[in-house]
């Protein structure tokens, strides 16, 4: 299984950027939590409107099956309920910690955004 | 002549500006209000409406059952509107600029157009005025292309007079774009002069040759002055704080009604962007 996770760094021990479409990188890591690649999610960030949509586009081109965030909109919900990407949210503290909880069964899967969309 | 009223700040007296300089104008002006978000020239104006068009974006729906999922559409557009994923495509209207880019592109035809309702554009007289404004519909964000539809009502027999809305970004530049000259309306504070410092930024990159009126101009300080001369902007009026005009504006009469004398100060104004338009315009070589 692909994980990604909404990152403020490059590391597995990097803590999480809550936000999904904005977060400057996605640590993207196997089970074990090994470190698959870590995606500069740049320009992204400074996105007038549609950057949720784009990350939600560039994880599914990873075919990553499970999304690690702190919030989710509505247009990046339904882009990846399209693409099959499971979504784990509210997460905090660092992308390993995140990846323990799944493997602990103690991440809800999202079934609706948690998020406004973005103005 | 196509004259723009804009401001960079918010509430510093471009729709009194605007209205003022129709009023005294009366059949040989038109006034057609931009700031389609929250329209006002008509509070002063009164106009009598005898128009009403919807103005729509087309927008993208796909039929799926034609759509061999190429990706075509997805590639082009550059506001994530139209988004291949999966075994899908989604789009997303409320992000659509209306390009038809997806849709002409599209190899299987599988991408029509439908409309999204952006709001409407009035038209009317107020008094011996050509009136004209856009009303974008609550909830939509996207101003710029009701903006357009406002503008196609200019004509080129009388003097435009566009009142622009406030801040410098797409809604103001689709005002602008076109426009002979822009009337900048500041008042004289830091903020004023910190805004006006941004639309002037932005309104060069046009190239369109601007003037500054100060307003409440003997309040604040004079950092707006120095500005103008720091950028060879011609000053071209300046009014006064005025009990008068703040209680004639509260009850919703124009300027030059609460008070008559400025009539002969908006006729200079008009001549005098007149005369920069005509010579070779000191603004646009700024």
Same mark, same amino acid.
């Given at each position: 299984m692909k994980i990604a996770v909404t990152s403020t760094?490059? /590391? #597995?021990?990097s803590v999480i $950027?809550?936000? @999904?479409?904005?977060?400057p990188f996605i640590v993207i890591v196997d089970d074990d939590c090994n470190l698959i690649e870590a995606i500069d999610n740049s320009k992204n960030v400074? &996105? @007038?409107?549609?950057a949720g949509i784009q990350a939600a586009k560039t994880i599914a081109d990873r075919k990553v099956d499970l999304l690690l965030t702190g919030r989710c909109g509505p247009n990046a919900f339904t882009t990846l309920q399209a693409a099959g990407i499971k979504v784990g949210a509210e997460q905090s503290g660092t992308v390993r910690e995140a990846v323990e909880r799944v493997k602990r069964n103690e991440v809800p899967l999202a079934d609706k955004p948690n998020a406004e969309a973005h103005w | 002549m196509i004259v723009a009223v804009a401001s %960079?700040? %918010? %509430? /510093?007296g471009k729709t009194t500006v605007a209205t003022s300089l129709v009023s005294v104008l009366g059949d040989r002006a038109q006034i057609l209000d931009? $700031?389609?978000?929250e329209p006002n020239c008509h509070i002063l104006l009164k106009p009598t409406i005898l128009t009403t068009d919807t103005v729509n974006l087309p927008v993208p729906s796909v039929d799926l059952e034609k759509?061999?999922? =190429?990706g075509k559409c997805g590639e082009v557009c550059? @506001?994530? &509107? !139209?988004v291949p994923i999966g075994k899908t495509v989604i789009a997303f209207p409320e992000l659509c600029? %209306? =390009?038809g880019a997806c849709s002409m592109l599209c190899p299987e035809e599988a991408i029509h157009e439908v409309p999204r309702n952006l709001g409407v554009v009035e038209t009317g007289m107020a008094g011996p005025v050509e009136f004209v404004q856009g009303r974008i519909r !609550?909830?939509? &964000?996207?101003s710029p292309p009701l903006i357009r539809a406002v503008k196609t009502? #200019?004509?080129? $027999?009388k003097l435009a007079i566009l009142d622009a809305p406030p801040g410098a970004s797409c809604p103001v530049i689709t005002t602008v774009k076109g426009s002979d000259f822009v009337i900048m309306v500041t008042e004289p504070t830091p903020f004023g002069l910190n805004d006006l410092g941004i639309a002037v930024e932005a309104i060069k990159g046009l190239g369109i040759p601007m003037g500054i009126v100060i307003n409440?101009?003997? !309040?604040?300080?004079?950092s707006v002055k120095d500005f103008c001369d720091n950028r060879d902007l011609p000053l071209l009026m300046e009014i006064p704080h005025h009990r008068k005009i703040a209680e004639g504006y509260a009850q919703g009469k124009p300027l030059i009604e609460s008070m008559p004398e400025y009539s002969d100060k908006f006729r200079k104004l008009i001549d005098d962007v007149s005369m920069i338009f005509g010579k070779p315009s000191k603004g646009s070589s700024l």
């Open positions: 760094g490059k /590391t #597995i021990e $950027d809550p936000r @999904f479409g904005r977060a400074n &996105a @007038f409107r549609g | %960079g700040k %918010g %509430g /510093t931009c $700031d389609v978000e759509c061999s999922l =190429c550059q @506001f994530s &509107a !139209i600029h %209306g =390009c !609550i909830g939509e &964000a996207m009502h #200019i004509r080129g $027999d409440r101009s003997d !309040i604040g300080d004079s």
